[in-house]
């Protein structure tokens, strides 16, 4: 009887704290904004921004010395493509580079006067082509463009070469090894089907960081800690109480926040979407109880409501970094390795992008979704020291209340 009553006081602890949390959030509009308008605005913003997903057309200009029917026909052809589009054939380099530096161009193709001789004499020529590598999506583009155009063209040369080959001969001589590319799980080789799935798996944990510190920092300010756990009758508040009573409360808060960022958003925008999910929603349970420890240990730096913003938004940059998304973590040196491994959103990018884009299932991620859990585990201790010790401050600045040892 003795420890069902125990376990009866608890769990009207626990409902007293999720009550007092939902009133606290509620009451808040900053916090309004970082639960719901981030996480329901801000994926919207980056989609729409990336929407496109390639960047097509890109200006160039071409500079042709040979001016030859060849020569005219290479740039045609480069025209033709979906990537590059020319806006102006400069008289000489000069004029080229001036239009660079203007950024009316970010791209010249140099075909130098003796380009057709050299061709008709059966010699190798060498046309240059210069790209503006500060946006490295256009240099791409240029890339592929030149390649696809320089093979066609001399694939063309080739046959006329032939004289009267048979069609099979003259497909043995262009091209001996033919070779078809295929991107999994992108298509389009799209920036957005690429970038966005993680960044909205950072966008779940930096608003739970941001909203938690902000409700800490206010709580921190006006010295509100007290009326989590004291003042009641029969009470038998402890820290797990108002751990998990705060917990509860912001994970049932961000259900739908999580429903509509990992499956709306990609439905919506069109992203590639292959994986269970059923699958999904269970990987994010770790994420999310992982990512709202994570910010709980880290409410603890925060003593004014504010100071999240100083404290907390410029991580995020780092976060995605580290993450493996954008270069991969076996590359990076090892603190920065281990600076990600304790890192909720590190563990989720990998196993979300790999289970929505790629199809994956929870057990072929499962290295991930074990180290979420692990996660888990370690900030919800974290979490219990932290407001263990705040509460022990609170009582030493004169607030009452009774803490007992659990």
């Not at 320089?150 to 063309?156: C, D, S, V």
């Not at 991107?183 to 957005?192: K, R, V």
């Not at 410029?314 to 304790?342: C, D, H, K, N």
Request: charged residues 15%.
């Amino acid at each position: 009887m003795k420890l069902l009553r125990s376990i009866k006081i608890g769990l009207a602890d626990i409902y007293y704290i999720w009550r007092r949390e939902y009133h606290a959030v509620f009451q808040d509009f900053g916090v309004i904004l970082f639960f719901f308008a981030l996480p329901f605005v801000y994926p919207i913003v980056y989609a729409a921004v990336y929407n496109p997903e390639v960047v097509r057309e890109v200006p160039m200009v071409v500079v042709d010395n040979a001016r030859t029917p060849l020569s005219r026909e290479l740039a045609r052809e480069m025209d033709a493509t979906p990537h590059a589009h020319i806006v102006s054939y400069c008289a000489n380099m000069d004029e080229a580079k001036r239009m660079m530096h203007e950024k009316n161009c970010y791209g010249i193709l140099f075909i130098p006067s003796d380009f057709s001789q050299k061709i008709e004499r059966g010699e190798q020529s060498v046309v240059s082509f210069y790209s503006d590598m500060s946006i490295l999506l256009n240099y791409k583009g240029f890339l592929i463009a030149l390649t696809d155009v320089t093979l066609n063209l001399g694939g063309q040369l080739q046959t006329q070469s032939l004289g009267g080959a048979t069609q099979e001969q003259i497909n043995v001589a262009t091209q001996p090894i033919p070779y078809v590319s295929v991107n999994l799980y992108n298509p389009e080789s799209g920036l957005a089907s690429f970038l966005l799935p993680a960044i909205l798996i950072l966008i779940l944990q930096q608003s739970l960081i941001l909203g938690i510190g902000m409700l800490a920092g206010g709580i921190y300010e006006h010295h509100r800690l007290h009326l989590f756990y004291s003042g009641r009758e029969h009470m038998h508040n402890n820290v797990l109480h108002l751990v998990v009573g705060k917990a509860l409360c912001y994970f049932s808060l961000y259900v739908l926040c999580t429903a509509y960022i990992l499956h709306f958003i990609p439905w919506l925008f069109k992203f590639p979407q292959i994986g269970s999910q059923v699958e999904i929603y269970a990987f994010a349970v770790p994420f999310l109880l992982s990512s709202i420890f994570f910010g709980m240990t880290l409410s603890v730096f925060v003593r004014e409501r504010e100071s999240s913003f100083l404290l907390f938004v410029f991580t995020s940059v780092i976060f995605l970094f580290i993450s493996g998304i954008t270069w991969p973590r076996y590359a990076m040196p090892e603190y920065w390795q281990w600076l990600g491994a304790i890192i909720p959103s590190t563990w989720g990018i990998e196993g979300f992008v790999r289970m929505n884009t790629a199809g994956a299932g929870i057990y072929d991620v499962r290295h991930a979704y074990t180290m979420l859990w692990i996660l888990t585990g370690v900030y919800f201790v974290t979490t219990c020291l932290v407001y263990r010790y705040q509460i022990w401050k609170d009582k030493k600045r004169g607030h009452s209340g009774v803490l007992e040892s659990e």
